[in-house]
Every structure is written in C-alpha cells, then in structure tokens.
C-alpha cells in the first residue's frame, strides 16, 4: 500500500459524494420536469373541456 492512501480514500469519497449529489439533482430537476408535464396536461384537458360547453 502507499502511504498516500488516505488521501486517495478522501479523493474517491469526494468523487462518489459528488456523483451522489449529480443524480440527486438529476432525480429533483426530472421530478419538477414530471409534475410541470403533468399539470400541463390538466390544464390542456381543462382548456379543452371549456372550449366543448
């Protein structure tokens, strides 16, 4: 083993710690991008619904 390893583990932590970080964003951002697609929808069914009376 070298004797740089803990500097190594700390490296690797930050770089799972990061890629962690990345897809939670991705998860989130995906998430708001759902619920703004969906109450897209709604308000096309709700626009389409008062256009037929």
């Not at 700390?10 to 109450?39: G, H, V």
Request: proline share 4%.
């Amino acid at each position: 083993m070298p004797q740089m390893s803990p500097m190594w583990w700390s490296t690797l932590f930050l770089l799972f710690l990061a890629m962690y970080m990345l897809i939670m964003m991705n998860m989130y951002t995906y998430k708001i991008y759902q619920n703004e697609k969906s109450m897209e929808m709604k308000t096309k069914n709700i626009s389409c619904i008062s256009w037929k009376w």
